[in-house]
């Protein structure tokens, strides 16, 4: 089955400065990949998500970049914000004639330090 | 609010006990899916239904766990005889059912259980 990894497992950025957070996957079949916030005692929530079918993607301040040759892809926040402060889960599926829901990395809890 | 509500919210049991989540979907999502996050840890997949019909339940964590979704709308996970270990975050997401592409799939707020 699917397994992905995520890293950094912690990152501290200073407040105007870049975050970038990398996962790789391990089924060449995965075509879906979403990135999550969690804040604490929350659920996670969804901010971006991109399909094997492109290999950027970018909303406002936040970016995400496939590539499949590689089975990699990285999440990029840029001028951080206290408010970006939370923990970050990338993860990865394949179609849904597969029935293969979401599976995540271990998370990147960020700091956004003022 | 039209976003995936689960209940209760927190959950407080003695081991050995049956507890029972509710989770309600966004209406028009057809797919539902439960998560368990412990501490530390992205969410595990445990279960999922495609209306009525649960399409994948060998990732339930032991006998003790079960879930229904009997009119395909709400879902309910249940464990029965609750273990300390069974202590996590419980989630519950929702999402259209595609042909053939993944849609976006949103998470409720969790469930948190403590077994003491």
């Known amino acids: 089955g699917e397994n992905v990894e995520q890293h950094p497992s912690t990152l501290s950025v200073q407040e105007g400065d870049s975050a970038v957070i990398k996962c790789t996957y391990s089924d060449s079949a995965s075509n879906y990949f979403p990135w999550y916030k969690q804040e604490l005692g929350k659920g996670p929530q969804l901010i971006i998500d991109i399909r094997s079918n492109v290999g950027e993607k970018k909303d406002q301040r936040i970016a995400v970049t496939l590539n499949k040759t590689a089975k990699h892809f990285s999440l990029h926040i840029t001028e951080t914000q206290p408010e970006d402060s939370a923990v970050y889960f990338c993860?990865?599926?394949?179609?849904?004639?597969?029935?293969?829901?979401?599976?995540f990395g271990k998370g990147t809890r960020l700091s956004v330090i003022a | 609010d039209t976003g995936v509500s689960q209940d209760p919210r927190h959950k407080i049991t003695k081991r050995g006990q049956n507890v029972t989540f509710r989770c309600d979907p966004i209406s028009e999502h057809n797919r539902l899916y439960w998560y368990r996050q412990t501490l530390g840890q992205g969410p595990e997949f445990l279960t999922y239904?495609?209306?009525?019909?649960?399409?994948?339940k060998s990732r339930l964590l032991s006998d003790r766990f079960s879930a229904e979704r009997p009119k395909g709308s709400f879902s309910t996970l249940e464990i029965q005889r609750t273990e300390q270990g069974d202590s996590a975050m419980y989630l519950c997401?929702?999402?259209?059912?595609?042909?053939?592409?993944?849609?976006?799939?949103?998470f409720g707020q969790g469930t948190r259980l403590t077994v003491v």
């Open positions: 993860a990865a599926s394949g179609p849904l004639s597969g029935n293969t829901p979401l599976v």
């Open positions: 239904f495609q209306n009525e019909a649960q399409l994948e």
């Open positions: 997401a929702s999402s259209l059912g595609g042909n053939r592409m993944n849609t976006e799939a949103f």
